[in-house]
């Protein structure tokens, strides 16, 4: 089977992800992070900084990345995220704006002035959207969703506000509908969702939940966390 854990920023895809193959020995599939990516797409910049043309750039290494992962590990993987929210979180700026903290203050139905880099960039995102819903409608067999109940990080990675999460995960949501990619709504604790995870989509345990959960944390301290300033393109 070949299962995305979806969800937004701060919903706790990758602790999930990290656990799950390590509970069950399903190979994980990932994507470097946008933090990964930026010292190479706009060196000394931070995300909030981006122009629109080096946000795109990011989405497209992103996702190609993803999609080269996914096809050496073939049949049979975990993928933390998918390249919806790639995508997605692209798209999303046409409303918010390339940096989504500075229209804070608009109201649910407003958005930001359709200026022509706007416009130019909602037409370059609706063709990646095309790509990528072509390339997701192939790569997954299930997804589970995760919702958003844990708070927003702020540890200066996420560009991003409640509303932009929201506006993320309404659509993640909604094109997984129309790609007729089944999903189930997962959430509680992490080893709720590990277990109902398992259970529902009927996967092998190789070890138990907390190991798997220990696992998964040492895993996730080993990552580079520091912020983008402190990055430097290898």
């Known amino acids: 089977m070949r299962l995305a854990i979806c969800g937004t920023y701060s919903s706790g895809k990758t602790l999930t992800a990290m656990a799950l193959s390590h509970l069950t020995g399903v190979p994980r599939t990932r ?5 990964e990516i930026l010292p190479e797409a706009a060196p000394g910049k931070t995300l909030e900084e981006c122009t629109a043309p080096e946000l795109i750039q990011m989405i497209v290494v992103r996702h190609a990345e993803r999609a080269a992962h996914e096809a050496r590990l073939g049949s049979t993987y975990v993928s933390d995220g998918c390249s919806l929210q790639e995508w997605i979180y692209g798209a999303i700026r046409v409303t918010v704006g390339i940096n ?9 139905l407003e958005s930001v002035p359709r200026t022509d880099e706007i416009r130019f960039f909602e037409s370059v995102m609706a063709q ?3 790509a990528v819903r072509r390339h997701v409608a192939g790569a997954y067999d299930a997804a589970v969703h995760l919702p958003n109940e844990l708070p927003l990080a702020r540890d200066g990675h ?4 409640e509303r932009f999460r929201q506006l993320a995960d309404q659509t993640l949501l909604r094109v997984l509908d129309e790609l007729r990619i089944p999903y189930r709504i997962i959430g509680g604790s992490l080893p709720e969702r590990l277990v109902r995870i398992a259970e529902d989509y009927g996967l092998p345990r190789v070890m138990g939940v907390d190991e798997a959960i220990a696992a998964a944390h040492t895993e996730y301290a080993a990552q580079d966390v520091r912020p983008e300033t402190e990055r430097r393109a290898a």
């Open 100 to 108: 989504p903290n500075t229209s804070v203050h608009l109201g649910d």
């Open 128 to 130: 990646i959207g095309s």
């Open 158 to 161: 996420r560009p991003v506000n």
């Open 31 to 35: 994507a470097r992070t946008m933090r």
